[in-house]
């Protein structure tokens, strides 16, 4: 079983309307990275939370950590086409090194 | 953004032969880089950790004799798939960082597929 969970698997929505994506964690994190991924491409790196209650935006993307730093959503605003793609959130339970855990990946679409 | 470059981008081998992947670091040193493995339509999966000056460290099932990994400089991690078969088929990506609690930058994938 995964040991970081991200929901939804995929989500279809309209140009224009917001969406969120959901990660969790049965532990306390010590890093939660955000990437976009377009299939059979490398990772876009997004953003790095790491304080809880932290909350990073970028554009049209927000990403926030509960205060307990175990769960973390992404959330896009006036979704456009070019926001289509693989999102994935990682985790990095050490403070040594960057070694992340994935979770299952949501596949956006965006529909004209 | 810091920028990993993965070469090749796609690699045809037949079955049994050794492909060797390459990951740099262009514009910074990384002390450690990270090899993982996706399969479509999955999630990447950690096989193992690369260290420079020093061994690999490798995830729980993955064979270190499959899957041969060098770490030569502060730029370079090389991944070598030995006598390679069809399984093995799948889609490898690196990450590097510059340093404890950074950013993980990745490089752009190898598709490798064994005939």
């Known amino acids: 079983s995964q040991e970081l969970e991200q929901s939804p698997q995929s989500l279809i929505v309209q140009e224009g309307k917001n969406l969120t994506i959901n990660c969790t964690s049965s532990k306390t994190l010590y890093g939660l990275y955000w990437y976009k991924q377009k299939y059979g491409e490398g990772l876009i790196f997004l953003m790095m939370?790491?304080?809880?209650?932290e909350e990073k935006s970028h554009e049209k993307i927000t990403a926030k950590l509960d205060e307990k730093k175990q769960q973390s959503s992404l959330h896009i605003t006036a979704s456009q086409p070019s926001h289509a793609g693989i999102y994935l959130c990682?985790?990095?339970?050490?403070?040594?090194?960057?070694?992340?855990?994935f979770g299952g990946g949501t596949r956006v679409l965006v529909k004209p | 953004g810091a920028v990993v470059s993965q070469h090749p981008s796609w690699v045809i081998c037949k079955s049994g032969t050794s492909v060797k992947i390459e990951c740099r670091s262009l514009d910074f040193q990384a002390t450690t880089m990270f090899w993982y493995r996706q399969f479509p339509k999955q999630s990447l999966m950690l096989m193992a950790t690369?260290?420079?000056?020093?061994?690999?460290?490798?995830e729980q099932g993955v064979e270190k004799d499959k899957f041969l990994i060098n770490h030569a400089s502060l730029t370079l991690s090389t991944l070598t798939v030995t006598s390679a078969h069809p399984e093995d088929s799948s889609f490898y990506i690196c990450?590097?960082?510059?340093?404890?609690?950074?950013?993980?930058?990745f490089g752009q994938g190898t598709r490798l597929t064994v005939v």
């Open positions: 939370l790491q304080k809880g209650g």
């Open positions: 990450s590097a960082t510059r340093g404890l609690g950074t950013e993980a930058f």
């Open positions: 990682g985790a990095d339970r050490r403070a040594a090194g960057n070694k992340l855990t």
């Open positions: 690369s260290n420079e000056g020093s061994k690999a460290t490798y």
